[in-house]
């Protein structure tokens, strides 16, 4: 359809792959976790994340699906930093498990995509790699429909901490 096809002021439009939108980018360094990483949308985000470089931490529920994610996109991209944990983000005791895993690696955490309650769990964490590494986070909290409500220009960058919206 001709309006998904309309590209926005950034040049791209919602039939824009996450390949093209992150062209370019040099993503070494940072560290993210990706929850629901072992299938759809949340593959997709830790195959492209990993391939700018950015060492992703998949938050799964399936291990074994995991383990076949992760392989292939290490068959893809050999360079790749991908790593699994089990998550159940229906389970708060295993979001908190999680969440104190995590915490005990030492990794920093400079995104996350994910779960509201796992971003309060490890908000602190975020924190902190912010003021150790001097480079601010972002997080994603992932929702169905939340996409729908945008602004028309897309993401205001250059606002991204102004408080009238």
């Not at 930093?81 to 915490?103: G, H, I, P």
Request: hydrophobic letters at 40%.
């Amino acid at each position: 359809m001709w309006l998904f096809r309309r590209k926005g002021p950034s040049g791209f439009s919602a039939s824009s792959t996450a390949e093209e939108v992150t062209q370019g980018i040099d993503g070494s360094g940072p560290t993210a976790i990706v929850t629901g990483a072992s299938s759809g949308i949340g593959t997709e985000t830790t195959c492209v994340l990993a391939l700018r470089g950015v060492h992703v931490v998949m938050g799964v529920r399936n291990m074994e699906a995991a383990g076949e994610v992760k392989e292939a996109i290490v068959k893809e991209i050999p360079t790749a930093k991908v790593d699994a944990m089990e998550l159940d983000l229906s389970s708060m005791e295993s979001v908190r498990k999680f969440a104190t895993e995590f915490n005990s690696s030492g990794l920093p955490l400079n995104i996350l995509i994910s779960h509201f309650l796992l971003t309060n769990l490890l908000l602190d964490t975020m924190k902190k790699t912010a003021q150790e590494s001097g480079r601010e986070g972002r997080i994603v909290n992932v929702s169905t429909n939340a996409h729908r409500y945008t602004y028309y220009e897309g993401i205001r960058f250059d606002k991204i901490n102004d408080k009238s919206g």
